[in-house]
């Protein structure tokens, strides 16, 4: 934002809006768990407002985050695989029990402020510093993307390098081409450069064929993690190699859950 004066205006309105928030905005408080895995998997049903889980101690075996523990807010789930054992802290979120209508209000004066702020600050930027619409997949932060095993043995790919609509995906050996770069947006969606993965045709069934197609936030193209799986939005279904052979080329399907290691993913 480049006006002087349009500036100091928002911050004039702004401000008062701001320490009205502070009264009405959530709060958090921690709570603590212990999770040990046996050797096998292990879950713990997380509380509905939880907003982040961090693992605080590890007590047994060698943890790695999305590895051998996890979590997954939209099924509230906490995991411990391969006999990590840990004391998790598990952030939750609540509304301070003084609120009110005017307070509630003022909040969300306050935010359509900012985000106007956000609009305006996006406009005068620069056209080179344009930033992606979605953070990195898996390694966080932006850019290229990353890969994705199955059984930590083989990656996720295009059939052929093909980045088209209607190409299924295969597993293949990893070898660091962009077909093998994954990205996830906001709404769950994995991408592949501007296309995203898909159940082809939205079919609920076992068996239905994941490709990649143009992104349109159909429940077909959403996924979310569940103790190492992916899970299709769509059907509840997991993403799953055909006939559950992690094999190089073998094409990629969705299936109903089972746990096996052909619908074990590493990222």
Same mark, same amino acid.
């Given at each position: 934002?480049?006006?002087?004066? $349009?500036?100091?205006?928002?911050? !004039?309105?702004?401000?008062?809006? !701001?320490?009205?928030? *502070?009264?009405?905005?959530?709060?958090? *408080?921690?709570?603590?768990?212990?999770?040990?895995?046996?050797?096998?998997?292990?879950?713990? %049903?997380?509380?509905?407002?939880?907003?982040?889980?961090?693992?605080?101690? &590890?007590?047994?075996?060698?943890?790695?985050?999305?590895?051998?523990?996890?979590?997954? !807010?939209?099924?509230?789930?906490?995991?411990?695989?391969?006999?990590?054992?840990? $004391?998790?802290? /598990?952030?939750?979120?609540?509304?301070?029990?003084?609120?009110?209508?005017?307070?509630?209000?003022?909040?969300?004066?306050?935010?359509?402020? /900012?985000?106007?702020?956000?609009?305006?600050?996006?406009?005068?930027?620069?056209?080179?510093?344009? $930033?992606?619409?979605?953070?990195?997949?898996?390694?966080?932060?932006?850019?290229?993307?990353?890969?994705?095993?199955?059984?930590?043995?083989?990656? !996720?790919?295009?059939?052929?390098? =093909?980045?088209?609509?209607?190409?299924?995906? *295969?597993?293949?050996?990893? =070898?660091?081409?962009?077909? &093998?770069?994954?990205?996830?947006?906001?709404?769950?969606? /994995? %991408?592949?450069?501007?296309?995203?993965?898909?159940?082809?045709?939205?079919?609920? %069934?076992?068996?239905?064929?994941?490709?990649?197609?143009?992104?349109?936030?159909?429940?077909?193209? %959403?996924?979310?993690?569940?103790?190492? *799986? /992916?899970?299709? &939005?769509?059907?509840?279904?997991?993403?799953?190699?055909?006939?559950?052979?992690?094999? &190089?080329?073998?094409?990629?399907?969705?299936?109903?859950? =089972? $746990?096996?290691?052909?619908?074990?993913?590493?990222?």
């Amino acid at each position: 934002m480049k006006d002087p004066k $349009r500036l100091r205006n928002f911050w !004039l309105v702004c401000l008062p809006l !701001l320490m009205n928030v *502070q009264a009405a905005k959530a709060q958090t *408080q921690d709570q603590f768990v212990e999770l040990q895995s046996p050797g096998g998997y292990m879950s713990y %049903r997380l509380p509905d407002d939880t907003t982040q889980v961090d693992l605080t101690e &590890q007590t047994q075996g060698q943890c790695r985050f999305n590895r051998t523990w996890g979590y997954d !807010l939209t099924n509230s789930e906490l995991w411990t695989n391969g006999g990590c054992g840990g $004391r998790f802290k /598990i952030t939750r979120s609540y509304a301070s029990s003084n609120d009110n209508g005017s307070n509630a209000g003022a909040a969300v004066a306050a935010v359509a402020a /900012i985000a106007g702020l956000a609009l305006l600050a996006n406009h005068n930027r620069h056209e080179n510093d344009r $930033r992606p619409d979605y953070p990195d997949y898996p390694a966080g932060g932006g850019g290229r993307g990353g890969e994705i095993k199955v059984d930590g043995r083989l990656c !996720l790919d295009v059939t052929k390098g =093909n980045i088209r609509p209607g190409t299924a995906l *295969q597993v293949y050996d990893c =070898n660091g081409t962009a077909s &093998q770069r994954f990205v996830v947006g906001r709404g769950g969606e /994995i %991408r592949v450069r501007d296309l995203c993965v898909d159940v082809e045709r939205g079919d609920p %069934r076992d068996g239905a064929r994941v490709v990649l197609w143009s992104c349109s936030g159909s429940r077909s193209q %959403r996924w979310s993690t569940r103790g190492g *799986q /992916i899970v299709s &939005q769509l059907n509840g279904k997991c993403l799953d190699v055909e006939n559950g052979r992690v094999r &190089q080329g073998t094409p990629t399907m969705v299936w109903s859950c =089972n $746990r096996s290691s052909s619908q074990r993913w590493w990222w």
